[in-house]
């Protein structure tokens, strides 16, 4: 984790905001999505432009020396909590690891939150066993567009650095 590099959206060259958007909207990371359809540039650059007036919310690309790990974020950020958000890199396999490890340091470390959410789909059998690995526990279930959403936290004294 040494090498690993939080790259704040709004600080982002031209080439990686596409390549983010192009990431978003590839089939293997838009089917986990709450919006699965996919997302135009003109939409994609408003919304980074969006986060430079937002204070309650944080997207960041990981990078670890010169690869592009994926996307974290942070919404609904409070002194108290704040809930996340990822997705990798569709061509790399096995960084979910560093992808949550990075959300956990920052969240915990410089937000200073006590509690972490995440909202995963039922079916996202590579998601909740990530969260489970890590100390995430389940907190209720509910159904969105017919399909059940697990609702799931780490707390801070759970969390195993």
């Known amino acids: 984790m040494n090498n690993i590099k939080l790259i704040n959206f ?18 293997e990371i838009r089917e986990w ?17 969006s986060l430079k007036s937002q204070t309650d919310r944080l997207y960041f690309v990981v990078k670890e020396s010169e ?25 790399l396999f096995s960084v979910g690891e560093t992808l949550i ?14 509690a972490i959410y995440a909202q995963v789909f039922a079916d996202n059998t ?9 100390n995430f526990t389940l907190n209720s279930r509910e159904q969105y567009n017919s399909k059940e959403l697990l609702n799931m ?9």
Do not use: D
Not at 69 to 77: A, H, P, R, T
Not at 102 to 107: L, P
Not at 126 to 133: G, M, Q
């Open 33 to 49: 999505m709450f919006t699965p359809k996919k997302i135009s540039l003109s939409n994609h650059l408003n919304f980074i432009e």
């Open 153 to 161: 936290e780490l707390k801070y004294e759970n969390w195993q650095v």
């Open 126 to 134: 590579k998601a909740i066993s990530l969260y489970n690995e890590h």
């Open 10 to 27: 709004t600080q982002l060259s031209q080439h990686e905001k596409k390549m983010v958007l192009e990431w978003r909207n590839s089939q």
């Open 67 to 91: 690869n592009y790990l994926g996307v974290i974020s942070f919404n609904e950020i409070t002194a108290q909590s704040c809930s996340l958000g990822i997705y990798k890199n569709p061509l």
């Open 101 to 114: 490890k990075s959300i956990c340091k920052y969240g915990f470390k410089i937000l200073s939150v006590k």
